[in-house]
């Protein structure tokens, strides 16, 4: 099975920061990667998918890159709504496996 | 608007079986391939199994194989997750997801969940 593995596990960061989390998998999963935002009891919604594009409807603040093992989401300008925690998810091959997650906190 | 709403969760005995529906609408329910996933209490999400649209094909977790039957009928618009031999660790809220390729191969990318329904096996 294929690994992923998230860094780091918590992010503390402001209001109009700009944050990186990365995506690392176990072997090579070329751009078969997205990420999904989940907000403390509710359903996680998508956010990027094939590593690097953005899903519609999605504020263009987020952004994600990389391919092969190594993949980041980026979010440029942090809103108050983006405090949350979040998923890469890789689908290369099965089974499909999520990162252990990356809770986004307001310092 | 695209809804999936879960059904048939609740506390089970270890061992004991469980069946999950899952009712969809808002769209052509038989063009989609179908998917749970379940997130156990304060945890993060795991896959557990995957149909075809036309329910052909289906994939499994390891952790949930031989276990787990994923299934559907698409003159309901239902999907299933009859689990058999439940263990402690099944504990979770169970998803029912909507994969967002139309026909043909699944994209694997989940673009549609339900709310989920929660799981607890305990004695």
């Known amino acids: 099975d294929i690994q992923m593995t998230q860094s780091p596990s918590t992010l503390s960061a402001s209001v109009g920061d700009r944050v990186t989390i990365t995506c690392r998998a176990s072997?090579?999963?070329?751009?078969?990667l997205a990420w999904y935002q989940q907000k403390p009891g509710k359903a996680p919604k998508l956010l990027i998918y094939?590593?690097?594009r953005l899903q519609s409807g999605v504020p263009s603040r987020f952004s994600g890159s990389g391919s092969g093992t190594e993949f980041t989401l980026t979010i440029s300008s942090l809103q108050p709504d983006d405090f949350a925690t979040y998923y890469c998810q890789q689908y290369n091959s099965y089974p499909i496996t999520f990162g252990q997650g990356t809770r986004l906190e307001i310092k | 608007q695209v809804q999936l709403v879960e059904s048939g969760g609740g506390v089970v005995q270890p061992g004991r079986s469980l069946r999950l529906s899952c009712a969809a609408s808002?769209?052509?329910?038989?063009?989609?391939?179908m998917h749970w996933v379940r997130q156990a209490p304060g945890k993060g999400l795991e896959w557990v199994a995957l149909?075809?649209?036309?329910?052909?094909?289906?994939y499994y977790a390891d952790s949930v194989k031989g276990r787990f039957t994923i299934s559907r009928d698409n003159s309901k618009n239902t999907l299933y997750l009859q689990m058999n031999g439940l263990r402690a660790e099944d504990t979770a809220v169970y998803y029912c997801?909507?994969?967002?390729?139309?026909?043909?191969?699944?994209?694997?990318?989940?673009?549609?969940w339900g709310q989920g329904t929660l799981v607890t096996v305990s004695s």
């Open positions: 094939k590593a690097s």
């Open positions: 072997q090579s999963i070329s751009i078969w």
């Open positions: 808002g769209f052509t329910f038989s063009s989609y391939a």
């Open positions: 997801v909507r994969d967002s390729a139309a026909a043909g191969d699944p994209s694997n990318e989940i673009d549609y």
């Open positions: 149909i075809w649209y036309g329910g052909t094909n289906k």
